[in-house]
């Protein structure tokens, strides 16, 4: 801004004018052009900076360099020269081989490292850009490199030296006392030659300690004295005087040898000392040079920094200002016009019309401004007759709105429509029809806004959310099968169809199919109750006419070895088969008994008890002690509810529906395993009644469980079909009959049958309708001798001639007098004339009158008269007919002489006591 000031106000204005009538791509060239060249005047500063700050930080690394280098070379000949001191010092006082090993190989390892050391340095040197070293001389810098190398030539030669001095068997010295010792025994016997001999050997001591050469050449005088006199001596042989002269010839030269090596050692050591004191000026002055030359390149490279700083921040202050000067410029000629173009767009947006732009210059914003100003007033004339066709089709959508909106909330089938999130991964709530409300017990704004997954959990196992996201992928109608939902809160079945709309949203309509699947459930169980009812019919009327036939035949098998076992004694060879032959025909009228059971609707006689004492009752008995012994591997458990319902049931059936279910559970455990027998009373109510197939009320439950290896699911559907049965044939058990006397036996007491199984074990669940009757008196144990009778009248009734026979001769044993009719007519004409005290009155008779219709004739004539009904099978219905009519009882054949007598005893007993049937 200073140049505006200095420059004259005409020249401002037109450079003003100028450089708005530039366009804006040369504005921003010249801009981008000034500011560049500002960025590489730094930047060539900066570098050329840089480069000799470089070479600086260069020669103060290679000035260290040489430091490091001269003071290793130093401290490595340093080591060099006390490790041959003492290697000179040790070789006299211990062995050649040690000292050689301990100072003198350690020494040229160390001259070694120095010569490598004086190699790199004198490479360093050469390779120095400025003048090597100014202060030292070439040929100090020379001898200096040279010294380790000279050192290592001279430590060599001084340990040959030593060596060739020293050797243990080999050396001067070790020869010297050889040659000592040889002539030492040659003298022995000449004590005045050997006290000669000995002074020089005492002179050749001295000089090892002194290394005096003066004392090895008094020692060579004396041994030439001594050779003389001894070749002077007329005692001595020629032979003699010439082998000590070899000897004196021999260590002569040997004592002249040592002195030479002696010389050459010491002439070394002081060769050691020249090169030290040689040397160790010049390293000096390296060491002082190298410091002194990283003390300037260190001060040169502080002052280019500061130069460089200087240079960078005027730099910096001419860029700023260029900068703001540039930024003024374009601030005046483009951001203030574009920002005011921006605010005046803002106030068109914000429906201001009539807005209008004033611009100087003819650059592009320039040139906006006008296309704007045009732009303006021909979309104000387009607004203002768009709102008058807007005003239409608005009033027009309203009430097109309206119509959609009531076919939407008032529609038959609930519909929803969804945003899709997360790339499709869920669905947000968008709207929600009344339909949808009500079958869901939700508010419209409970669910408008949010996530699918969040109101309806469960959904994305059912796979909806899958058909979701494929519709708004493809845009393809999919209709979802119907499937049910449950997620703790909403439960039902649901039936969908989802589209997609061309603005994107998700629509699904679907139904509530819950009642629909509730009543074909209903209508599924039903059936299959009313199919296995027609199947258990069949084969019980099947079972029913072949036990009819049976018990007629047992009852001659049963009763003729009893009637046979009163008139022989127990000690008679006959006692046992007609005992066996009574046991047989009595399993068999068990057998027969559950054929009977199969046939549902067969008379039986029914007894208000506790299901806990018939439990308790069963575990006492000889046929659980029996399943005990075959199973001793299994444990049998009883978890019994007290205060129970009591029950109106047929103790017979019961107990034999916890023998058959008890003695299952064990067959079912291969191995060791447990059978748990349980008690409960439990409610039913309207909900149960389906699942159940029970009316509703209050029920006992008995349990039964076991830890076996299950049923197979497809044998449960046939489990209680009579002989169905995956056991063997023909052993203990195996007939197929225990589950449908269990079934048939429920179904006579109202009640009914759960089983649960899995790879765990089997559980039944048998359902009987409680009541509140009071429990039923007990029947007193008593024997064949107060069964007898006081000669009353009975008359027996019965198609079959051969059961007339056994029923009057088993009558006649109780004491009572009888008459046998083989029909119903001729019973009837009978009574006409006659009077009896009893019938015994079969209920099937073919052909000719049945029971019933027997009896309800016999009463015209004698209207109290008693009887005592008797049949291998009867359908129930017909003997509450007959009892109704007044008959005083049933027995089911076969029968025994004490089951007879039993039943005849309590209708007489109870006439004596003036009770009526």
């Known amino acids: 801004m200073i140049l505006f000031h200095i420059l004259p106000r005409s020249a401002i204005k037109h450079v003003l004018t100028c450089w708005n009538n530039l366009g804006l791509t040369r504005k921003f060239s010249l801009v981008f052009n000034s500011m560049l060249a500002l960025i590489l ?43 041959i001191g003492s290697f000179f010092l040790q070789c006299q006082h211990s062995s050649l081989r040690e000292a050689h090993e301990r100072y003198a190989q350690p020494s040229v390892r160390e001259i070694s490292a120095v010569i490598t050391l004086s190699t790199k340095l004198k490479d360093l040197l050469l390779h120095k850009k400025e003048a090597p070293l100014p202060e030292i001389s070439e040929t100090d810098l020379n001898l200096y490199l040279a010294s380790a190398k000279h050192f290592a030539e001279t430590a060599i030669h ?31 016997p000449y004590p005045i030659l050997r006290m000669h001999y000995s002074e020089i050997a005492l002179l050749y001591r001295e000089y090892l300690l002194t290394r005096q050469r003066p004392t090895m050449q008094k020692a060579l005088n004396t041994l030439e004295e001594l050779h003389t006199a001894i070749m002077q001596n007329n005692s001595f042989l ?59 390149a260190t001060q040169h490279i502080q002052l280019t920094r500061q130069i460089i700083s200087i240079l960078i921040l005027t730099s910096t202050m001419v860029a700023i200002f260029a900068v ?57 004339d387009m607004v203002v007759s768009l709102e008058g066709m807007v005003g239409k089709k608005t009033a027009d959508l309203d009430t097109r709105e309206a119509f959609y909106r009531q076919l939407f909330d008032h529609g038959s089938n609930a519909i929803a429509v969804y945003k899709a999130v997360n790339q499709g991964e869920d669905f947000v709530f968008l709207d929600f029809n009344r339909k949808g409300e009500e079958i869901e017990g939700l508010q419209k704004e409970d669910v408008i806004g949010k996530k699918v997954s969040t109101m309806f959990p469960a959904l994305r196992k059912s796979g909806l959310l ?19 939902y449950d997620d703790g809160r909403i439960e039902g079945w649901r039936q969908n169809r989802v589209y997609k709309l061309p603005t994107g949203e998700i629509v699904t309509m679907y139904d509530d199919l819950t009642q629909q699947k509730i009543c074909e459930q209903e209508k599924e169980i039903m059936e299959k109750r009313l199919q296995q009812a027609q199947k258990m019919e069949a084969i019980g009327l099947l079972a029913g006419g072949v036990a009819h036939d049976l018990n007629n035949i047992l009852t001659a098998i049963v009763n003729y070895p009893e009637l046979v076992l009163m008139q022989i004694s127990k000690d008679s060879p006959l006692y046992s088969p007609v005992s066996q032959i009574r046991d047989s025909g009595i399993r068999a009228a068990a057998i027969v008994a559950d054929l009977l059971t199969v046939a549902r609707g067969v008379a039986n006689k029914k007894d208000t008890t506790e299901l806990n004492r018939l439990i308790e009752s069963f575990f006492d008995s000889l046929e659980f002690r029996q399943i005990q012994t075959d199973h001793p591997n299994i444990s049998y458990n009883k978890d019994l509810e007290k205060g129970l319902y009591n029950i109106t049931c047929s103790t017979v059936h019961v107990i034999k529906c916890i023998m058959n279910l008890i003695l299952n559970a064990s067959e079912a455990i291969s191995d060791t395993g447990v059978v748990t027998v349980h008690s409960r009373s439990e409610d039913i109510d309207e909900c149960q009644t389906i699942k159940y197939g029970l009316k509703p009320g209050p029920y006992v439950v008995l349990g039964i469980s076991d830890t076996g290896s299950g049923i197979a699911a497809a044998d449960l559907d046939h489990i209680f079909e009579p002989f169905y049965t995956k056991k063997v044939m023909g052993q203990k058990s195996g007939t197929g009959l225990g589950l449908s006397i269990v079934w048939n036996t429920m179904l006579d007491h109202c009640g009914g049958v759960l089983v649960h199984s899995s790879s765990q074990g089997t559980h039944f669940d048998l359902y009987f309708p409680a009541t509140s009757c009071q429990l039923s008196q007990t029947t007193k144990s008593t024997t064949l001798e ?49 009077s009896v005290d009893l019938l015994l009155l079969d209920m099937i008779m073919d052909p000719g009158m049945n029971g019933r219709q027997t009896y309800e004739q016999i009463l015209t004539i004698h209207p109290t008269q008693k009887a005592l009904l008797a049949s291998g099978f009867s359908d129930n219905t017909e003997v509450n007919k007959i009892l109704a009519l007044g008959a005083s009882g049933y027995i089911g054949k076969p029968y025994t002489i004490f089951e007879l007598g039993e039943a005849i005893s309590t209708i007489f007993n109870r006439k004596k006591n003036g009770v009526t049937a």
Request: no cysteine.
């Open 41 to 83: 005047l730094i930047a060539l500063s900066s570098y050329f900076s840089f480069l000799y700050i470089n070479n600086a930080e260069e020669n103060i690394r290679k000035s260290t360099q040489i430091e490091r280098l001269v003071l290793q070379m130093d401290i490595g000949q340093q080591k060099a020269r006390k490790l």
């Open 158 to 188: 001084a340990v040959e030296l030593v060596s060739r001095k020293d050797a243990p068997k080999r050396g001067i010295q070790a020869q010297i006392r050889q040659e000592s010792v040889d002539i030492a025994k040659t003298l022995q």
């Open 238 to 296: 020629d032979s003699k005087k010439d082998f000590i002269t070899q000897h004196f010839d021999n260590v002569t030269p040997l004592y002249r040898e040592l002195l030479d090596v002696d010389s050459a050692i010491a002439g070394i050591i002081n060769d050691f000392t020249l090169q030290e004191t040689a040397t160790e000026p010049v390293s000096t002055k390296l060491i002082h040079q190298s410091q002194q030359e990283t003390y300037l």
């Open 324 to 380: 703001l000067s540039l930024a003024r410029l374009m601030h005046a000629s483009v951001t203030h016009k574009v920002l005011t173009l921006a605010g005046a767009a803002k106030q068109y947006s914000e429906g201001n019309l009539t807005v209008r732009i004033h611009m100087d210059g003819d650059d592009e914003l320039g040139y906006l401004g006008k296309n704007f100003n045009a732009m303006a007033a021909r979309l104000n």
């Open 466 to 484: 899958d058909v979701f996201r494929e519709v708004w992928e493809r845009g393809i109608p999919v209709s979802h099968p119907p499937f049910y």
């Open 786 to 834: 107060k069964l007898q009778g006081n000669g009353e009248t009975i008359l027996i009734i019965d198609d079959e001639p051969e059961l007339l026979v056994i029923a009057s001769q088993i009558l006649q044993e109780l004491g009572y007098k009888t008459v046998s009719k083989e029909s119903g007519e001729k019973a009837i004409s009978y009574l006409q004339s006659h």
